[in-house]
């Protein structure tokens, strides 16, 4: 059975998408109380997940 | 019924209705893990009510992503590219419950208790299952799906002890969740249900698992004073 095409690319691109949000995530969680801090983080998890949502699949897997 | 155990190397050798069944739940599941973000990622992300809240909708939403590569890597790897979900309309997803949009608080934490819930319910079906790379990737998700459970839960305690218009907007919710949730477990009376256990793909029919949740979250409801919902009304499966 021949593997679907792009499989591993896609797995690759969004293995290193979540390791992003988990990062952004982990670091902002003890700095709540920071609003600079946090606020960036979930400013670049907003954007990460808009990319995300977007769904442009073929765009991700050239670059 | 069929007890064999089917690996990667296995898989082009079985009956196609075993292919078949195959791709297409690993398909319905990957269309809804990434279903969920597009529920609830642009309107809750930036309006969840503390920063707290806010980190956690992202981190949740990075674990639904997850969930939605391992399972598209299974699928990509017997020749199933289910990539086109990632860009679906909402309004097109295969399970109804994702065709709409979380636009409130009370909305996201009742849809993380009674619709990951059901997830959690889904993937409980593929424990033991016949596909081996299947039930490998279970774990984890599974794990996190319980995160997503217990936060949903939480939250809508809170808010239904909040105070008495609060409290309504949620039992408002869930009047409409908890028949959304009904409806996923499908057709009392499912072939292709009947078909997915014989191949080993699905333990429980669905009449069963329904009535293990209704079992389930009927006290978790009750306990925090709300009404549990007319479990007929507006149902589209029965």
Redesign the interface.
């Known amino acids: 059975m021949s593997q679907a095409a792009h499989t591993l690319e896609l797995d690759e691109h969004l293995k290193e998408v979540v390791q992003a949000l988990h990062r952004a995530v982990s670091y902002a969680m003890p700095h709540t109380g920071e609003p600079e801090v946090a606020g960036k983080a979930i400013e670049d998890c907003k954007e990460i997940l808009a990319t995300i949502m977007e769904g442009n699949v073929s765009e991700w897997i050239k670059n | 019924m069929f007890t064999d155990k089917v690996e990667?190397k296995d898989?082009?050798k079985m009956d196609p209705e075993y292919q078949d069944l195959l791709k297409r739940v690993l398909t319905i599941q990957a269309d809804c893990e990434i279903g969920g973000?597009?529920l609830y990622?642009?309107t809750m992300?930036?309006t969840a009510p503390?920063?707290?809240d806010?980190?956690v909708v992202?981190?949740t939403?990075?674990?639904e992503?997850?969930h939605?590569?391992k399972i598209?890597?299974i699928?990509?790897?017997?020749?199933?590219?289910v990539?086109f979900v990632?860009?679906?309309p909402n309004q097109k997803r295969y399970v109804e419950a994702f065709r709409g949009k979380i636009t409130t608080w009370e909305d996201y934490a009742v849809f993380g208790m009674m619709i990951d819930r059901i997830g959690h319910y889904q993937l409980d079906e593929f424990v033991g299952c016949s596909y081996a790379p299947l039930e490998r990737i279970l774990p984890d998700i599974i794990k996190e799906e319980a995160g997503h459970i217990d936060f949903g839960t939480t939250k809508t305690a809170e808010l239904a002890a909040k105070d008495e218009e609060t409290k309504r907007k949620v039992q408002k919710v869930l009047d409409y969740w908890y028949v959304k949730a009904l409806d996923m477990f499908g057709h009392s009376g499912s072939k292709r249900s009947e078909r997915y256990r014989y191949w080993g793909l699905k333990r429980r029919t669905n009449a069963e698992a329904r009535r293990q949740y209704m079992e389930e979250v009927k006290p978790i409801i009750l306990g925090m004073g709300l009404e549990l919902p007319d479990p007929n009304k507006g149902r589209l499966y029965m």
């Open positions: 990667l898989f082009e973000p597009h990622v642009d992300l930036p503390t920063k707290v806010q980190l992202a981190r939403a990075a674990e992503i997850d939605f590569r598209a890597r699928a990509g790897d017997i020749g199933t590219d990539s990632l860009s679906t």
